[in-house]
């Protein structure tokens, strides 16, 4: 009797329940995916809440043990679950490993990695940031060239590149350069690590509930004076 009154009471419902309904006996856990519905055409990816940027790491980082040479490359890319979101840096080498030196260029290897990193950040409905960084060797001898034109160029670049490979154009929070003044060496101004472009995906401003992400104790804060910079031909 109890399943001919659920049936008889999902004949009368709503569309909407009846496919939250349906989605529930295909998954009952929920876990089976990380975004977006069990239903074939029941709606938009869901935003990623802060528990589930874990997830998202996990994913992500699966992608790119996917990509060419990663034994080389896994120790300059670093994914990391912040106040904000989760932080996606790739790590310069002396040599150049994802833009050759003073250029905006982004290296094959680089391509590839933000590539990957395109087709599955895409599917979300979260903003992303996109910063650029560098060393504080100065530029050269060029007056109207800094670190803080490289570095807006080399994330504008990164920014031009995920656009063409999945990320969509309103997902672009910011492109910002910050030059040297954002070291992640602190201890040496000049470390190659220092010259990185950092991606965050941001959690959404309205968590599930209405509530927002507490942000954590000691959690830096983005820098005033970096350049802001736009990009009207992707």
């Known amino acids: 009797m109890m399943a001919l009154f659920i049936v008889l009471w999902l004949m009368n419902s ?11 006996f295909k998954d009952p856990t929920g876990t089976s995916k990380l975004v977006g519905s069990n239903q074939a055409g029941a709606g938009e990816n869901l935003p990623l809440r802060k528990q589930d940027m874990a997830k998202l790491k996990e994913q992500l980082q699966t992608v790119i043990r996917q990509v060419s040479d990663f034994e080389k490359l896994k120790s300059h ?4 679950v912040t106040a904000e979101g989760l932080r996606i840096e790739l790590l310069e080498s ?26 599955e950040v895409g599917k ?10 560098t060393d504080s060797r100065p530029f050269g001898a060029n007056a109207n060239y800094s670190n803080w034109e490289l570095s807006t160029d080399r994330a504008n670049a990164c920014r031009r590149l995920m656009q063409q490979n999945g990320l969509r154009g309103d997902q672009v929070a910011e492109v910002r350069g910050f030059a ?33 992400p507490v942000p954590e104790v000691g959690a830096s804060q983005p820098n005033p004076a970096a350049a802001q910079a736009s990009d009207p031909h992707p």
């Open 180 to 212: 040297d003044q954002s070291l992640r060496d602190k201890s040496d101004p000049t470390d190659a690590s220092n010259r990185r472009i950092t991606l965050l995906v941001k959690y959404m401003e309205k968590q599930a509930g209405g509530v927002a």
């Open 14 to 24: 709503s569309k909407q329940i009846q496919e939250a309904v349906g989605g529930y």
């Open 94 to 119: 002396e040599t150049g490993t994802f833009f050759e030196s003073a250029s905006s260029k982004p290296t094959d290897s680089a391509r590839e990695i933000l590539t990957a990193l395109a087709g």
């Open 124 to 133: 979300l409905p979260n903003r992303v940031s996109i910063e650029g960084h």
């Open 77 to 80: 890319i670093e994914m990391t």
